[in-house]
């Protein structure tokens, strides 16, 4: 049951601190004050201000201006931005069972004020009329984008739309947040309900720091003398990789595709099926053939096809790749158990085997070089070394005990922004990480701009005993990438909040580059250092990690693009007209007509798909991919520069590229930092999927006067993305 404070007689609830001015440290939540009581009438009460916002907006008689109308529309809901992003930040990061009632009782409430706003007529007819006009309103650059990218907002919530349909959609979109809140709850309690204990006979192949956190967490749970796994993470690949009880490690594998997906109260397929047919209508309604269409229209890729195309071009040589790699530790299988097939839950096994035996190499090697702090503060340094801003540490209060916080200080020591960090998983804790804002940057009455603060959320390894947190490849890369989305967060400058958002498959491209910094020789040298000795990682290890770099890259792109292609397939379908057989449509989209062989399942199958059905990705899983042309392109011109810190590349890349948000076409942005259109050969060569033309291919092309493979590559994407090669240079967020 809820429990809602008492309103004094302006209406604001009493006594709650998220209505309250916010008198805190930097402008952060009153965190020592909140409790879950607090979001849903504080909600409440901001969109019944908003409200009031909108209609002083509807009623003025004055002549509609871009001041009057536009301007104050993009100014409206600022308790309601800040208290909602806190909201669904804590509902992420630290929920519980009063925060997950207040999500169903809300988030249907949120949806239906969203559409009251949209779907407003007298509002729609006032932006429509300074849109129509808009070349006489004498607006610049800035001011035009937002008027033009408000009246598409409008759009494509249905503002052209008849009164029926109007109300069909108000319906669809109440559903649809309600079915989210649902599918998420429903994974939590998945990922926290399974639990793999364990005796001392069961433990072998596993490191002593892998045991020593099984250990830890049974204790936790009040099993002493056992060694506990779940489907974290950090307890589930480690133990996937190591153990050599392959019974067992077909036991968890298993638990974790089949999360939601057990015919039980926290089975998913029915609000898949949801999912899908509301969306299909909806995208019906706005005049679309599918939901994929309707979303992909609005990002840069622009139409369906160009994504296909790119998924596609990737596809056949990663799964060739992987195939390839699947041969080699079939021949380790074989060894052990002659008779045996190869099944996905032997994939991280022997693939750590075959890494040992190929690069003397193994993960337990690396991680007492990459213990946390050490590369936060690698991360602090790659910062300060691009683009000359630092770090403060700070106490101030948080959601969670186990947070951190620091003050980022722009070159001239002037705020930024505040920096939260949450590293570590819990049972109220979504799985994987993420990077958000508790509050946006933004601009104040006099113009002065509006430090942000920003999240960055994690489930990494925690420490056991004396031991520091020592994390993966995979988690020091993870880090990194949330980390550029923190910078692109705490750059952003822009004047008005409508021009904050730019297109998702543009938003990965600031995460995505930072990674191509983590373990270059460079920046390694700096924070890789052993966490007892002291020692710099040595070079013969370093010289190891480059030349495993390519390892296992079949495997790690067909599993990534296995998912964006079963994400596209499922929302690419023109109509709704039986219940779908979700592993079914799954297994023929993926196996039957592209051939993914079965010791490979996609990066996340549909029960447990959490980025496309709750997450803010549907038809969008392919961010990923085509953010990384950008990445490995813009990565390039640092290489090219002969310095990985050039700080003149550094300072256009934020100033062209971070700082700008919406401002302007993402691809405009692009070119305006690159100078050029991007090139997917770094793509390409980053996952081990290039082959080098043929110099008799190149010097034929020449006599013809045809483009050689390298203009051929760049051409297909400047024409994926929809530009023109001629035009001059749009906005950026969970991994």
């Not at 480690?238 to 490690?249: H, M, N």
């Amino acid at each position: 049951m809820m429990i809602c404070a008492c309103n004094n007689r302006s209406g604001q609830p009493a006594q709650n601190p998220l209505t309250a001015e916010w008198e805190t440290p930097y402008g952060i939540p009153p965190f020592d004050k909140i409790e879950s009581r607090h979001y849903a009438p504080a909600l409440e009460y901001a969109m019944s201000l908003h409200n009031s916002e909108i209609d002083a907006i509807v009623s003025n008689n004055d002549e509609p201006t871009f001041d009057n109308v536009i301007v104050a529309l993009d100014n409206s809901g600022e308790m309601l931005s800040r208290i909602a992003l806190t909201f669904e930040m804590v509902c992420s990061a630290d929920r519980n069972s009063e925060l997950q009632k207040a999500q169903e009782r809300i988030m249907p409430l949120m949806a239906a004020h969203n559409d009251e706003i949209l779907l407003n007529r007298e509002l729609f007819a006032k932006i429509k009329s300074l849109y129509d006009k808009r070349g006489a309103l004498g607006l610049d650059a800035e001011q035009m984008r937002l008027l033009e990218k408000t009246y598409d907002r409008f759009v494509r919530a249905g503002a052209l739309l008849d009164d029926e349909h109007r109300e069909r959609l108000k319906e669809i979109n109440s559903e649809l947040s309600l079915t989210a809140v649902k599918f998420g709850n429903n994974l939590l309690a998945e990922n926290n309900n399974f639990v793999l204990e364990l005796t001392s006979k069961q433990l072998d192949g596993l490191p002593s720091n892998v045991r020593d956190a099984a250990a830890a967490k049974a204790e936790e749970m009040g099993r002493k003398g056992k060694w506990v796994f779940t489907l974290h993470k950090p307890s589930l690949i480690p133990f996937l990789t190591y153990s050599s009880d392959r019974s067992l490690r077909e036991q968890m594998y298993k638990a974790y595709l089949r999360r939601c997906d057990n015919n039980d109260k926290y089975d998913n397929k029915q609000l898949i099926n949801d999912f899908i047919r509301l969306r299909t209508e909806k995208a019906h309604l706005l005049g679309y053939d599918s939901y994929a269409d309707y979303v992909i229209s609005d990002q840069m890729a622009k139409d369906k096809k160009a994504v296909y195309d790119l998924l596609e071009q990737i596809w056949t040589p990663a799964l060739d790749r992987a195939k390839g790699e699947l041969a080699e530790m079939e021949e380790l299988l074989k060894r052990d158990i002659p008779d045996a097939t190869f099944e996905s839950w032997d994939w991280w096994y022997y693939a750590e085997k075959l890494r040992r035996k190929n690069y003397s190499l193994d993960e337990e090697m690396l991680r007492p070089y990459f213990a946390l702090d050490n590369v936060r503060h690698g991360i602090f340094f790659l910062a300060n070394r691009l683009y000359g801003i630092t770090f403060r540490p700070v106490k101030i209060p948080a959601y969670n005990d186990e947070c951190s916080a620091f003050e980022v200080l722009d070159t001239d020591e002037t705020l930024l922004g505040i920096l939260y960090f949450d590293f570590f998983p819990r049972a109220g804790k979504s799985g994987g990480a993420w990077c958000g804002y508790f509050r946006e940057p933004g601009r104040d009455a006099d113009g002065k701009r509006i430090p942000p603060v920003v999240g960055i959320v994690s489930n990494f390894t925690r420490p056991v005993n004396d031991s520091p947190a020592l994390l993966s490849i995979d988690e020091t890369g993870t880090l990194f990438h949330e980390f550029g989305h923190a910078l692109h967060f705490l750059f952003m400058d822009v004047r008005y909040r409508g021009l904050l958002n730019v297109e998702g498959d543009f938003v990965e491209l600031p995460s995505q580059i930072m990674e191509n910094w983590a373990f270059e020789p460079e920046v390694l040298e700096y924070y890789a250092t052993h966490y007892r000795s002291g020692e710099v990682i040595p070079k013969t290890l370093v010289e190891k990690l480059r030349n495993s770099a390519l390892f296992n890259q079949g495997f790690a792109t067909t599993e990534l693009v296995a998912a964006a292609l079963s994400d596209l397939d499922i929302h690419s379908l023109t109509s709704y007209d039986d219940e779908i057989d979700v592993n079914a449509f799954e297994y023929d989209a993926l196996n039957v007509k592209r051939g993914l062989i079965p010791q490979i399942e996609p990066r996340y199958r549909y029960p447990y798909f959490s980025h496309i059905f709750d997450g803010g990705y549907s038809a969008g899983y392919y961010f990923y991919i085509w953010a990384e042309v950008l990445d490995k392109d813009a990565f390039e011109a640092f290489k090219e520069s002969g310095d990985l810190f050039d700080k003149r590349l550094a300072d256009r890349f934020r100033h062209e590229l971070l700082e700008r948000g919406g401002s302007d076409d993402g691809m405009n942005l692009y070119r305006a930092f690159r100078g050029a259109d991007p090139d997917k050969t770094a793509l390409l060569k980053a996952r081990g999927l290039w082959t080098e033309p043929e110099p008799a291919e190149e010097e034929e092309a020449d006599k013809h006067g045809t483009v050689s493979d390298e203009d051929a590559v760049k051409a297909k994407f400047v024409s994926a993305t929809g530009r023109d090669a001629k035009q001059t240079m749009k906005k950026t967020a969970k991994r």
